[in-house]
């Protein structure tokens, strides 16, 4: 199963930023955290990952909590095409070749 | 962007036949790996592949199933006998391996079994 928690849905204005909270209140320290997205039925799509530090790269910014037990997605300026589900996945640092246990995600809806 | 491909796109099959969906994974990758998501459902992880075995398999692998990389570029999916319930989206994705492992999908092959 799953060991994230995150909303079932959000809503977004297009050129807002959208704000995509996970919990992960049972991470260790060597567990990573990933976060992918699925437009429609396409394959999922790899976003950004970390394990403690903030980290940005031209899709997204990922704040993880300082205890590492919650983080959060930021895409800073939605449009209409970042409307997907959103998959926030725990995965060991040391489990390369192992599976990435998918959960039901965050349905976003950006709307002009 | 070096990028996952997946062929064919869309699959239909009748019950009982074989099907092979096939794979061609970013080429410096050595980590190969199917998923499906039967329509409504989650993302389910299949079969993780490397060094020319398997590395890790989920219960839903079940003999029915095999894996193949038959040259240096193709990864295949086999389905033996299909059943209706093998009607789903098939994902390939492939992984360098390394410290974060990060795995990039393709696009996905439809397999219909009527």
């Known amino acids: 199963d799953a060991k994230t928690t995150q909303p079932t849905s959000m809503d977004c204005a297009e050129g807002r930023a959208a704000n995509l909270p996970c919990n992960h209140s049972?991470?260790?320290?060597?567990?990573?955290v990933y976060w992918y997205r699925q437009i429609h039925s396409q394959g999922p799509q790899y976003i950004i990952h970390?394990?403690?530090n903030n980290e940005t790269n031209e899709m997204a910014s990922l704040i993880i909590t300082e205890d590492r037990k919650s983080s959060t997605l930021i895409l800073p300026h939605a449009t209409l095409r970042d409307t997907a589900v959103y998959y926030c996945?725990?995965?060991?640092?040391?489990?390369?070749?192992?599976?990435?246990?998918f959960g039901k995600g965050t349905t976003l809806s950006v709307s002009s | 962007e070096p990028e996952v491909t997946q062929t064919p796109s869309h699959q239909v099959t009748q019950m009982g036949q074989e099907v092979i969906l096939r794979c061609v994974p970013i080429?410096?990758?050595?980590?190969f790996y199917w998923y499906r998501q039967i329509l409504g459902q989650k993302v389910e992880f299949l079969v993780s592949?490397?060094?020319?075995?398997?590395?890790?398999k989920s219960e839903i692998f079940d003999d029915q199933f095999s894996v193949e990389r038959p040259d240096g570029s193709n990864f295949t999916l086999k389905i033996r006998s299909t059943k209706l319930e093998d009607s789903a989206m098939y994902f390939c994705?492939?992984?360098?391996?390394?410290?974060?492992?990060?795995?990039?999908f393709g696009p996905g092959t439809r397999l219909t079994v009527l």
């Open positions: 994705a492939s992984s360098q391996m390394g410290t974060t492992d990060t795995q990039y």
């Open positions: 049972t991470i260790s320290g060597n567990e990573y």
């Open positions: 970390g394990l403690k």
């Open positions: 996945i725990v995965r060991s640092i040391n489990q390369a070749g192992t599976a990435l246990i």
């Open positions: 080429s410096n990758h050595l980590y």
């Open positions: 592949f490397y060094n020319n075995e398997i590395s890790e």
